[in-house]
């Protein structure tokens, strides 16, 4: 059992920026696949950007909707997954989750993050 940790949602202004954590409840050198998804009001969760560790290459991917703009990290000495958003838009606003694969998908509460224009 895996539990994650989110932090650092809140409200920013448009072109403003927000860095989400995310901290498992195991060794994040166990985990070799995090990501962060979000969910908007009325529509499907949809992945923002995840990482894949292979070895000493991490390898990410992001939606095209956040390239340029969102970064995804591991910081190994705080043992945290973190998304440092930049250039915020409106259409940003969602509750945003974090996810980790260990055999199984986990998921944590989610953080809402909310962008005025």
């Known amino acids: 059992q895996v539990q994650l940790v989110e932090s650092g949602g809140g409200l920013a202004p448009a072109g403003g920026s927000l860095r989400l954590s995310c901290a498992p409840s195991i060794s994040i050198f166990s985990i070799n696949l995090m990501g962060w998804y979000r969910q908007a009001p009325g529509k499907q969760r949809e992945l923002v950007a995840r990482i894949t560790s292979g070895g000493s290459t991490n390898y990410v991917n992001y939606a095209d909707s956040v390239k340029g703009r969102f970064t995804i990290s591991r910081d190994i000495a705080k043992s945290t997954v973190n998304l440092q958003m930049n250039s915020l838009k409106p259409e940003d606003t969602a509750v945003y989750y974090c996810?980790?694969?260990?055999?199984?998908?986990?998921w944590g509460k989610g953080t809402l993050v909310t962008v005025s224009s």
């Open positions: 996810n980790a694969f260990y055999g199984k998908d986990y």
